[in-house]
């Protein structure tokens, strides 16, 4: 059961440690950090993005920034009560990690597959220039009754497709995950540099039909 369970999400990125790490939590003794990697795009930009790591994969008392590091896992969720209200907080669940000589080419260091099911309606949208883009947020079954709730974008004909979605349908999105600083105002003198993370979208296939 969980085996197949896992095969529903997929992740695998090569990228450059960019930080130390710190203690997130522990389950049963065993301590979880978390630790900053640095994934390079085609466009030669880098997304930013939190891995968590059990102390049991790797010391996490060294200082690894600088070296390269490969991961494979799960994009994962979980909501933490910030400011009255509840935050999704994304990061990539590392089953298996190594280092690795350097960082590849950005085509093969970033790849997610998701198989999940459309929880909110999608948001479609235009941009000024004219690009389509749909938003999808979609439930992921994880052993145990728990689901990952995943943003997804979509562009183009993919976000054309999305935006006819019902909530509940069944899709598999293949992609790669992705890092976006936005600002958000705490109050009326006051805001916050933040960064979100989503699956930007590739390709994407209904499984009801």
């Not at 993919?158 to 349908?169: L, T, W, Y």
Request: proline fraction near 2%; include cysteine.
């Amino acid at each position: 059961m969980s085996d197949k369970i896992i095969e529903n999400n997929q992740v695998t990125i090569m990228g450059e440690i960019v930080s130390t790490f710190t203690f997130s939590h522990a389950v049963f003794g065993e301590g979880f950090y978390m630790v900053d990697v640095s994934v390079k795009r085609l466009s030669n930009s880098v997304d930013t993005i939190p891995v968590m790591i059990s102390e049991r994969l790797i010391d996490v008392e060294s200082d690894y920034r600088g070296e390269f590091l490969m991961v494979s896992g799960q994009f994962r969720s979980y909501n933490r009560h910030d400011e009255q209200k509840n935050r999704l907080v994304l990061s990539v669940f590392a089953r298996e990690v190594s280092f690795i000589e350097e960082e590849l080419d950005g085509a093969k260091t970033n790849n997610i597959l998701l198989d999940g099911y459309i929880c909110k309606l999608p948001i479609y949208r235009k941009t000024p220039l004219g690009r389509e883009i749909a938003d999808l947020l979609l439930a992921v079954n994880r052993p145990y009754g728990k689901s990952d709730y995943i943003p997804c974008i979509c562009w183009g004909r993919n976000a054309r497709f999305a935006s006819a979605f019902e909530v509940g349908e069944h899709v598999q999105v293949l992609g790669r995950i992705q890092s976006r600083e936005y600002v958000k105002k705490l109050s009326e003198t006051e805001t916050q540099k933040r960064t979100a993370y989503e699956v930007s979208v590739s390709k994407l296939e209904c499984l009801d039909e």
